[in-house]
């Protein structure tokens, strides 16, 4: 007989998790100090640079995204209908575009990986609502990682908080463990049922990564074979932190301390869209 695959889980010690979380703070810093750069006119290849310039600036700092499975950037920019793994370019940013900027970072053998949604210029309320939604699905994901709860009832936050809104999760798209490699066992669905799932523990560390669009939930991938858009060509949003599981509950590695909600909501976009979404350093 065959039973379920069990994951693999790597727990990591408190000593390795404050490991990552130095990681994590380059991550952090990075997001705020390239969120006044994301302008109308910039393009995605300078934002690239920028951040591979960023991160090698720290001692023993890489890009952890260059040249994983062949990507060819340093960060993941995705613009618009672009759900993630967009291949940074000489392409433009415009004003009233959202662009998600994917980035991780490995420093002395270990992971943090994190993402935000930047709006460009002044963006639309379609737009604003959408970033505003998936913001509050990722803080009630995150609230959600404690060692009492399951896999299961990370998803099941962001389910819950999505369905007032009626925008589409991306289910086919998933958040990961996380440590000495970027992407770790176990898988962390965005579409979960509470207490089901691999139950969490102390010593977890997740990266949790809610990806949402206006439209619908299926996606493709472009034939540049990376750049995963919306099948529909609706609008998409993405935010993501690394998330440690501790006995007191979630502890956000890539914003800047335990989590009571404080780093998250200092945090949020602004939801007219006119200001900046600048994580927690
Ligand atoms: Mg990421
Ligand atoms: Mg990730």
Same mark, same amino acid.
């Given at each position: ?10 727990l990591k010690s408190p ?5 990552? #979380? ?10 705020? #100090? %390239? ?10 290849? $300078? ?7 960023? =991160?090698?600036? +720290? ?14 950037? !340093? ?9 993630? +793994?967009?291949?940074?370019? $000489? ?8 662009? !998600?900027?994917? /980035? ?21 309320a379609e737009a604003a ?13 995150v609230a959600a990682t404690?060692?009492? +709860? ?25 958040? +990961?463990?996380?440590?000495?490699? %970027?992407?770790?066992?176990?898988? =962390? ?8 799932? /691999? ?5 977890? /560390? ?7 669009? /206006? ?18 060509? !609706?609008? !998409? ?20 301390? %335990? ?23």
């Amino acid at each position: 007989m065959v039973g379920k695959r069990r994951p693999l889980i790597h727990l990591k010690s408190p000593d390795e998790i404050d490991a990552m #979380e130095r990681c994590g703070r380059i991550v952090a810093a990075l997001f705020a #100090e %390239i969120e006044p750069q994301v302008r109308p006119g910039v393009s995605t290849g $300078s934002l690239d640079r920028f951040v591979d310039d960023f =991160v090698r600036s +720290h001692d023993g700092a890489v890009p952890a995204f260059k040249g994983l499975y062949g990507f060819p950037g !340093s960060a993941c920019i995705s613009i618009n209908e672009e759900v993630v +793994h967009g291949i940074p370019s $000489s392409r433009r940013l415009r004003a009233g575009d959202v662009v !998600s900027i994917d /980035v991780g970072v490995k420093q002395r053998g270990w992971c943090a990986d994190s993402a935000y949604t930047f709006p460009v210029g002044e963006i639309g309320a379609e737009a604003a609502s959408l970033m505003e939604v998936t913001y509050q699905a990722l803080a009630a994901a995150v609230a959600a990682t404690r060692p009492d +709860h399951h896999v299961g009832d990370i998803g099941a936050a962001v389910v819950e908080t999505v369905r007032p809104s009626g925008y589409a999760i991306i289910r086919d798209l998933v958040g +990961h463990g996380i440590g000495r490699a %970027i992407h770790e066992e176990p898988q =962390v669905s965005n579409i979960g049922r509470a207490g089901f799932g /691999v139950p969490l523990q102390a010593g977890m /560390v997740l990266a949790i990564e809610p990806m949402l669009a /206006v439209g619908t939930d299926e996606i493709r991938t472009l034939s540049d074979r990376w750049t995963v858009t919306s099948l529909d060509g !609706s609008l !998409s949003a993405h935010f993501e932190h690394t998330v440690a599981v501790t006995e007191t509950g979630p502890r956000i590695l890539t914003g800047g301390g %335990i989590w009571d909600g404080a780093a998250m909501v200092a945090g949020r976009p602004d939801p007219e869209g006119t200001g900046a979404t600048v994580p927690q350093p």
